[in-house]
């Protein structure tokens, strides 16, 4: 957004332009600062003022009022410093930044538009990695926050993530915004097959700007995680609200739970794989975890990107999915309640899903239930409801969470459609996402 | 000595709830719930560069706790949550005071976070936004403007403070405060004091702010000619505010002599090389030095050249420019220094040790020399820190941020720079109308000059009318008058001395609500009770009771003529003559039920 015409044609006028020192008389009263940018949000006929004290404030134009030029750009913005690769004897690893929270920078000139920082900026943030680990390389093939994310981009983190695993690194750290960040670290772990390093994906829930930044206590512990012996793909993020350590969790056990604390990724339906302080300590409170061995990580990123995820509730409109039939979906993830139901013998017939489920599995449609619970396995047998989705072919998802079924099934359906293979990828772990045993411990990490 | 004396004055409002979220906005007395621990960094302001407080902070490497309190505590403190919108009653009252300051309001709030790295806040930041620009305040002595009226977040209450971090309550962090800044023409400290009382009364006009201890605070700005930009923190006390004044003058001028001093002897080039003279002290006598040494610490020290004599020069009463050093060095985390210009025979070193630290330091006669002992890193620090506040005597006086102890001063960190503030991005700008303004306009307070008037009015004497404008129950009074029409005179001395007495006595006054006292004074202007029962009253409203129940219970009711008169000639009829006695009688007998005016009239006495 801009300035109004008015105030723009003045501005143009007087040849003062956003950064300009400008002296400002209004209601016999004089602001000097620096012109401001008019922010995306409010209204474009109020001149926005830095003042020497720097507080900004908005003075509403109008014709009495008096706008003079003082000084041209008083902006000394300087380019954020670089963090160049050096020769160093310390362990290498690789860094691909995607975007995210953990790579903005609020652009004050262009009018406080978050800009993407490139990863040479990302890393001299953070001083405390440079005695941890030297990079190999620093990459960054697109820039976009998490929620803009799509099948497509997997597709290229993991393309390049291979290439990076098999030069001379320990282990590869991902950039990312949290939003989708455990979709893509789903994503990953069904793509990057025979894995024999460490991945680590890293978030940050406040951004670089402030004081109280949690990204580089986050790309710390990563960095360690990364010396470590495993060999998953986990999300590496703040444990609790403090600053004291982070959890790495796996991959396809974990989830954003809540908008905005450090501490948001919690593991469901599994342990974390390791408690890691910044200062380089690691406790692995998993022991079955995949461990780093020599070999090549191929990348497999087919994917089928008609799967659709849904949600069912009281309520819902069954012809929801006859659309996605009627649109030629390939698999439909339904988050279903707890053990694995959804609207079937309603008072209603109306409101049933039935038919609709029936109508896609005969179309050859993929159907598999995961539950809107996330915490506790999927079960067909316990209530009748579920009993008759099982028998028309409906895949129960075991303990798996929706969005890793919806990943999962996508990438399964791209190497597959035949039933009954489908159903038996789905229904093994392939990278950990299946817990055969749940315990008392799991709940509510 | 010409000095430019500003002030300014930070005051927490009384809403209900915190500027940018639900929490209420009193400080908890309750045990904390949780604690989160953080540690800060510094980050690039808006115009790009480092602010140099926040840098020098970060330098500190220091943990912050902070204490979460139920209720007065969330997830916006916590940084666990963005911001909610603004508290729309504390910038009602900003703008109240603002326009009662004659400020000019500008037309769209910017909410600025202003960077703080001393974990004051958990985000690193504290929410500020400029509501009013170019007031003006009358004062004795002409009139002083008002450069700035702010709306901002209190920080977090500081609950302990150590070498390696600092504690912090999260309850204080958010209140609503406003902060005035006046211009630099404050003649000198006793004027500062009435400009800060001014504002104060102004303040408490308004009837929305809170009172107690910590709930006001001023800061005070200073340069003289020829010094710098000092603001002092954190002065509480109105009657400290003078002497803070002179003795920060006296301070300036004390450094600009040394300037010159220095500029005379000119001692050439500085190099800042520390030695290790932990060895020299290894048989020492000296009791503070053996222990640092038993630790396993170390002494260090390194020579000032030319500057003997100055580090003994006195700034401040009790203050010397050797205490001034050591201010930068205790800020690193040591506990002080020794220099040259010390009575070092009270430390206990030998002659020879003396001998060996002028060897070892190659000092010669004119020059001085500091010591520093402690933990090996920390020493190193201090002292590089020292010498560089020791080399900047040679600008005279530098610009810092220091602390209010008393009628002096200590070095808290440098002055910040305008680079700490930049927009809070989540919150967005707040147009402010004109016509929310006149409305404002409309329902201004009283000054305090036309409050006394009025109270004088409903007949309050000089001495319990100045009483009750100091009382946070002012508002109270007004109303209770005002919806009543009961005498001022009553309702103030129920208000300011039978409450307090009550709670003195153990009762719980706090529980007596307006309601209650307003319809007690509305019997009471209606001739049904009596002031003694309205005091008797209260006993037990302050435990729950309603004001009927309490009446009718306790039979607080006033008699009617026709009563009294009965019982007066039923006295009579028992002998008692003299209407003296029969007043006192009746009086004796029902003082809850008799209005002591009418008995006298029936009786007969004055």
């Known amino acids: 957004m801009a300035y109004s015409k008015e105030i723009d044609g003045i501005l143009k006028a007087k040849r003062i332009s956003v950064g300009d020192g400008a002296r400002i008389t209004t209601s016999g009263v004089v602001y000097e600062g620096l012109l401001m940018p008019r922010i995306e949000v409010g209204d474009d006929n109020v001149l926005i003022l830095k003042l020497q004290s720097g ?67 990302i890393c001299q943030a953070m001083p405390e990695l440079v005695n941890v680990i030297s990079f190999k390389s620093l990459l960054s093939p697109f820039k976009i926050f998490s929620e803009n994310m799509s099948p497509v981009e997997w597709q290229k983190i993991a393309a390049l993530a291979a290439k990076e695993l098999n030069s001379d690194i320990k282990g590869l750290v991902i950039t990312h915004g949290t939003d989708t960040l455990h979709f893509t670290s789903a994503a990953l772990s069904f793509m990057l097959k025979n894995l024999c390093k460490p991945v680590a994906l890293v978030g940050a829930q406040r951004s670089p700007d402030r004081g109280s930044f949690d990204g580089a206590m986050n790309m710390a512990c990563a960095a360690h995680y990364l010396l470590s012996d495993a060999a998953e793909v986990a999300i590496v993020m703040h444990a609790t609200s403090s600053d004291d350590y982070c959890y790495a969790i796996r991959g396809t056990k974990v989830r954003k739970m809540h908008t905005s604390r450090r501490d948001a990724f919690r593991p469901v339906n599994d342990l974390p794989l390791a408690k890691i302080y910044s200062n380089g300590r690691t406790e692995f409170l998993k022991k079955n975890y995949r461990k780093r061995s020599a070999g090549k990580v191929v990348a497999d990123t087919a994917f089928e990107k008609k799967v659709a995820l849904l949600k069912a509730y009281p309520g819902s409109e069954p012809g929801l999915v006859d659309f996605l039939i ?79 079924a919806y990943v999962k099934l996508g990438w399964v359906l791209g190497h597959t459609r035949k039933k009954e293979e489908v159903r038996k990828l789905m229904l093994t772990s392939l990278a950990g996402e299946i817990n055969p045993m749940l315990t008392e411990e799991e709940f509510l990490i | 000595m010409k000095a430019k004396i500003g ?323 205790k800020v690193v985390g040591v506990s002080g220094l020794i220099h040259s210009d010390e009575g070092l025979e009270a430390y206990g070193f030998s002659e020879a040790e003396l001998a060996e630290v002028t060897k070892l330091l190659s000092c010669s ?148 609500e307006k309601q209650h006292l307003i319809e007690l004074f509305s019997l009471y202007k209606k001739n049904r009770i009596g002031k003694a029962a309205i005091e008797e009253a209260l006993k037990d409203v302050s435990r729950g009771k309603s004001v009927q129940e309490t009446i009718k219970e306790k039979n607080l009711e006033l008699f009617d003529d026709p009563k009294l008169k009965k019982l007066v000639s039923e006295l009579r009829s028992q002998g008692i003559s003299d209407p003296k006695q029969v007043f006192s009688e009746m009086m004796r007998r029902y003082r809850m039920n008799v209005d002591p005016k009418r008995l006298q009239l029936l009786v007969g006495v004055k």
Not at chain 1, 363 to 374: R, Y
Not at chain 2, 120 to 131: C, E, K
Not at chain 2, 403 to 426: C, I, K, N, W
Not at chain 2, 448 to 473: H, I, N, T
């Open chain 1, 55 to 121: 507080y900004n404030i908005g003075l509403e134009y109008s014709s009495s009022m008096q706008i003079e030029k003082m000084e041209a750009n008083a902006f000394s913005e300087k380019p954020t410093p670089r963090y160049s690769l050096k020769k160093s004897s310390l362990p290498k690893i690789s860094l691909i930044a995607t975007g995210g929270t953990i790579a903005s920078k609020i652009d004050y000139r262009l009018g406080g538009v978050k800009s993407l920082l490139e990863p040479q900026e």
């Open chain 1, 326 to 404: 009627d649109k030629k979906y390939k698999g439909i993830v339904v988050e279903a309640t707890a053990l694995g139901q959804i609207p079937t013998f309603t008072f209603d017939k109306k409101n049933s899903w039935l038919p609709q489920i029936k109508r896609a599995v005969e179309e050859g449609i993929i159907v598999a239930f995961a539950t809107q619970c996330l915490y506790g396995r999927t079960n067909p047998f316990v209530y009748e409801t579920a009993r008759e989705m099982y028998r028309l072919g409906v895949i129960y998802c075991e303990d798996m969470l929706p969005e890793v």
């Open chain 2, 7 to 329: 002030i300014e004055v930070h005051q927490r409002l009384a809403t209900e709830r915190k500027l940018f979220c639900n929490c209420s906005s009193t400080v908890s007395n309750e045990v904390p719930c949780l604690t989160v621990k953080r540690r800060m960094r510094a980050v690039a302001g808006e115009l790009g560069g480092v602010d140099p407080a926040a840098a020098f902070e970060m330098s500190r490497g220091r943990e912050f706790t902070y204490q979460l309190f139920k209720n007065s505590s969330c997830l916006v403190e916590c940084d666990e949550e963005p911001p909610h919108e603004l508290n729309k009653e504390a910038l009602e009252t900003t703008l109240e005071v603002a326009l009662l300051l004659n400020a000019k309001r500008v037309n769209e709030l910017h909410v600025m976070r202003k960077t703080v790295v001393d974990g004051s806040a958990a985000s690193g930041f504290q929410r500020t936004m400029l509501v009013g620009t170019d007031g003006s305040i009358k004062t004795s002595r002409g009139p002083v403007g008002i450069l700035s009226v702010c709306l901002e977040e209190e920080s977090a209450g500081i609950v302990e403070a150590f070498e390696a971090g600092t504690v912090y309550r999260l309850d204080r962090l958010g209140i609503p405060l406003i902060e005035i800044a006046t211009s630099s023409n404050i003649v000198d400290g006793a004027h500062a004091r009435e400009v800060a009382e001014k504002i104060g009364m102004l303040l408490r006009s308004t009837g929305k702010v809170q009172r107690g201890i910590g709930t006001i605070r001023q800061d005070l700005n200073i340069s003289i000619e020829g010094g710098a930009r000092t603001e002092i923190k954190g002065a509480q006390e109105l009657e400290l505010l003078p002497k803070l004044v002179d003795n920060e003058i006296r301070r300036q001028s004390a450094l600009i002599e040394i300037k010159n001093e220095l500029k005379k002897r000119n001692p050439g080039k500085f190099v800042f090389a520390p030695v290790d003279l932990s060895h020299a002290f290894s048989k020492t006598h000296c009791g503070i030095l053996k222990k640092i040494l038993e630790r396993g610490g170390a002494i260090m020290g390194f020579r000032l050249p030319a500057f003997s004599g100055l580090l003994g020069r006195e700034l401040m009463p009790n203050h010397r420019f050797g205490t001034e050093l050591s201010g930068y060095a």
């Open chain 2, 365 to 512: 006669s004119g020059d001085a020399f500091i010591l520093c002992g402690g933990e090996r890193k920390r020493v190193a620090a201090a002292l590089k820190a020292v010498f560089e506040r020791a080399l900047q005597a040679f600008e005279g006086v530098v610009k810092e941020t220091r602390r209010a102890e008393g009628e002096l001063s200590v070095y808290l960190r440098p002055l910040p720079g305008s680079q700490r503030m930049y927009p809070e991005t989540d919150v967005t700008p707040i147009k402010i109308e004109r016509k929310e303004v006149e409305e404002i306009r409309k329902k201004l307070p009283l000054s305090c000059d036309e409050r006394k008037k009025k109270y004088f009015e409903w007949g309050l004497g000089q001495v319990l009318a100045e009483k009750m404008l100091k009382s946070p129950d002012f508002t109270l009074f007004e109303e209770i008058v005002e919806k009543t029409r009961a005498e001022g005179k009553t309702v103030a001395g129920i208000l300011l001395e039978s409450m307090v007495a009550l709670r003195r006595e153990g009762f719980a006054v706090d529980s007596i």
